[in-house]
């Protein structure tokens, strides 16, 4: 290990199969020192930055070398496994092979195998010397991939709707528990969560009597630390700083939220985007993005750069996906910004004048063309006015609910709706707003008020601004 006391390694992040790497050429030298990378075994390295990139471990020194020689060895002479999972991931014969190649394409199709099943069809892809067999074993990949995607969306539904519910309104650390949700996608569903409401999550699966899941952290907060001091509940227990795993029964999961529920304020941070420099539109360029990449493979400790756009002109805005969730821009020279995952963005639809962000810089190819693409990391809108006629709209709708709550308006919504003058689609879509509000829960069909919630503007609601604020 780079990191044993009694070892003296000058270089100690290394991952594991940066490690095994090291032992081949040791082996392969006789444990003599080498003297030029020719002496290496360099048909090794493709697997090298593959793994050192999923790894996510520091891009900087020895790794730095590794990545962008197997990076190289990817793009030049690829192994058919690789070809092949490249291939079926949509990769352009003209497009580079980055660490975000590995990071986005390969690493996700090669994880979903495990995750899912038995990882020895991954390990087949990569060892195969045979471009028909790989084309084989990466069309399975893709499959396996495909269902990930599908488990993930279902079980983040499921676990967003509870996260989401009166009963973890006030959680400081967010411990949601289902029934045989798949144990190899709570992580990314934790992930997704995390981003959603900015605060530190656990994602736990009832099998076989237990619950196990995985936690991911918000920001700079340790997460490990802090569930570190209920060691005396669980089963088992491991991790660090920004991820963990633990098994508990369910007895002591309730004694868990106790705990938790009694904690005082965690000191939280709000997460902050580090801008490295403004830049205005007109500089983005071929030549800059070719700059750019000569500081590549980004990644763990050499991030990608991030711009900052202070209120560029927005000449179309919309959003995209099954859901609406993503939003794409099109600013000055046709260049697109992008931003996935974010439903609290998709107001700059309704409002696209003073919008300030910030984004990395990349490129996306379609029919044969690079263009030039922003990445959104952050969006500053400016602050919504309260449209006073929806206030008040809202507030008659509010004394309507808070006078018939023994109506369920599950059953009886087109009535209620033509009695308040709106659509049913309408009064669902304000319904849902009173709920991301706080001020109502749905209890078997009734709408029921919460008392004492705290005012909050309408405007506040993603419900709102996505659905109602420009009418």
């Given at each position: 290990?780079?990191?044993?006391?009694?070892?003296?390694?000058?270089?100690?992040?290394?991952?594991?199969?940066?490690?095994?790497?090291?032992?081949?050429?040791?082996?392969?030298?006789?444990?003599?020192?080498?003297?030029?990378?020719?002496?290496?075994?360099?048909?090794?390295?493709?697997?090298?930055?593959?793994?050192?990139?999923?790894?996510?471990?520091?891009?900087?020194?020895?790794?730095?070398?590794?990545?962008?020689?197997?990076?190289?060895?990817?793009?030049?002479s690829p192994r058919p496994g690789i070809a092949a999972l490249l291939k079926s991931a949509g990769q352009l014969p003209e497009q580079p092979i980055i660490s975000e190649t590995v990071g986005f394409k390969l690493a996700p199709r090669l994880n979903?195998?495990?995750?899912?099943?038995?990882?020895?069809?991954?390990?087949?892809?990569?060892?195969?010397?045979?471009?028909?067999?790989?084309?084989?074993?990466?069309?399975?990949?893709?499959?396996?991939?495909?269902?990930?995607?599908?488990?993930?969306?279902?079980?983040?539904?499921?676990?967003?709707?509870?996260?989401?519910?009166?009963?973890?309104?006030?959680?400081?650390?967010?411990?949601?528990?289902?029934?045989?949700?798949?144990?190899?996608?709570?992580?990314?569903?934790?992930?997704?969560?995390?981003?959603?409401?900015?605060?530190?999550?656990?994602?736990?699966?009832?099998?076989?009597?237990?619950?196990?899941?995985?936690?991911?952290?918000?920001?700079?907060?340790?997460?490990?630390?802090?569930?570190?001091?209920?060691?005396?509940?669980?089963?088992?227990?491991?991790g660090h700083a920004s991820a963990l795993g633990l098994g508990i029964s369910p007895e002591n999961l309730a004694i868990l939220r106790e705990r938790l529920a009694g904690l005082p304020a965690l000191a939280i941070a709000e997460k902050q985007v580090?801008?490295?420099?403004?830049?205005?539109?007109?500089?983005?360029?071929?030549?800059?993005?070719?700059?750019?990449?000569?500081?590549?493979?980004?990644?763990?400790?050499?991030?990608?750069?991030?711009?900052?756009?202070?209120?560029?002109?927005?000449?179309?805005?919309?959003?995209?996906?099954?859901?609406?969730?993503?939003?794409?821009?099109?600013?000055?020279?046709?260049?697109?910004?992008?931003?996935?995952?974010?439903?609290?963005?998709?107001?700059?639809?309704?409002?696209?004048?003073?919008?300030?962000?910030?984004?990395?810089?990349?490129?996306?190819?379609?029919r044969g063309q690079a263009k030039l693409q922003l990445l959104l990391a952050d969006v500053a809108l400016p602050e919504p006015v309260e449209n006073t006629a929806h206030k008040q709209f809202f507030a008659q709708v509010y004394k309507f609910i808070?006078?018939?709550?023994?109506?369920?308006?599950?059953?009886?919504?087109?009535?209620?709706?033509?009695?308040?003058?709106?659509?049913?689609?309408?009064?669902?879509?304000?319904?849902?707003?009173?709920?991301?509000?706080?001020?109502?829960?749905?209890?078997?069909?009734?709408?029921?008020?919460?008392?004492?919630?705290?005012?909050?503007?309408?405007?506040?609601?993603?419900?709102?601004?996505?659905?109602?604020?420009?009418?």
């Amino acid at each position: 290990h780079p990191r044993h006391p009694e070892g003296a390694y000058p270089f100690t992040d290394l991952s594991g199969v940066g490690v095994a790497f090291k032992l081949a050429q040791a082996l392969l030298t006789d444990g003599e020192p080498v003297q030029d990378k020719s002496e290496l075994p360099m048909e090794m390295l493709d697997l090298v930055a593959l793994g050192e990139i999923a790894d996510m471990v520091s891009l900087t020194d020895e790794n730095r070398t590794l990545v962008s020689w197997g990076l190289k060895q990817m793009a030049e002479s690829p192994r058919p496994g690789i070809a092949a999972l490249l291939k079926s991931a949509g990769q352009l014969p003209e497009q580079p092979i980055i660490s975000e190649t590995v990071g986005f394409k390969l690493a996700p199709r090669l994880n979903a195998v495990g995750r899912l099943g038995d990882a020895q069809l991954a390990l087949d892809l990569l060892l195969t010397q045979s471009p028909d067999e790989a084309t084989a074993l990466a069309t399975q990949v893709e499959v396996i991939n495909a269902q990930r995607q599908e488990i993930v969306e279902e079980v983040f539904g499921a676990a967003k709707q509870l996260a989401l519910s009166d009963a973890h309104a006030n959680d400081q650390v967010l411990v949601v528990a289902g029934d045989d949700w798949h144990q190899g996608i709570l992580g990314i569903v934790a992930s997704r969560l995390v981003e959603l409401l900015h605060k530190p999550v656990i994602v736990l699966s009832f099998v076989d009597g237990t619950y196990k899941g995985s936690g991911r952290t918000y920001g700079d907060f340790d997460l490990y630390a802090l569930m570190g001091q209920y060691r005396d509940l669980y089963d088992t227990f491991g991790g660090h700083a920004s991820a963990l795993g633990l098994g508990i029964s369910p007895e002591n999961l309730a004694i868990l939220r106790e705990r938790l529920a009694g904690l005082p304020a965690l000191a939280i941070a709000e997460k902050q985007v580090a801008v490295n420099m403004m830049l205005p539109v007109n500089q983005l360029d071929s030549t800059l993005y070719d700059a750019l990449k000569l500081m590549e493979p980004f990644g763990t400790d050499n991030p990608e750069p991030i711009f900052g756009f202070q209120t560029p002109k927005i000449e179309k805005a919309m959003t995209m996906g099954a859901t609406q969730q993503h939003v794409k821009l099109t600013l000055a020279n046709q260049i697109e910004a992008v931003g996935f995952n974010h439903p609290d963005w998709t107001r700059i639809v309704q409002q696209p004048t003073g919008v300030s962000f910030a984004a990395t810089l990349g490129l996306n190819y379609f029919r044969g063309q690079a263009k030039l693409q922003l990445l959104l990391a952050d969006v500053a809108l400016p602050e919504p006015v309260e449209n006073t006629a929806h206030k008040q709209f809202f507030a008659q709708v509010y004394k309507f609910i808070y006078a018939h709550q023994d109506l369920n308006f599950g059953q009886n919504l087109a009535k209620i709706a033509k009695q308040l003058q709106l659509s049913p689609k309408d009064l669902n879509i304000m319904i849902q707003v009173f709920i991301e509000l706080g001020f109502v829960r749905i209890v078997d069909g009734y709408v029921k008020i919460i008392p004492n919630a705290p005012q909050k503007s309408l405007t506040t609601s993603v419900t709102y601004q996505k659905f109602l604020a420009n009418r």
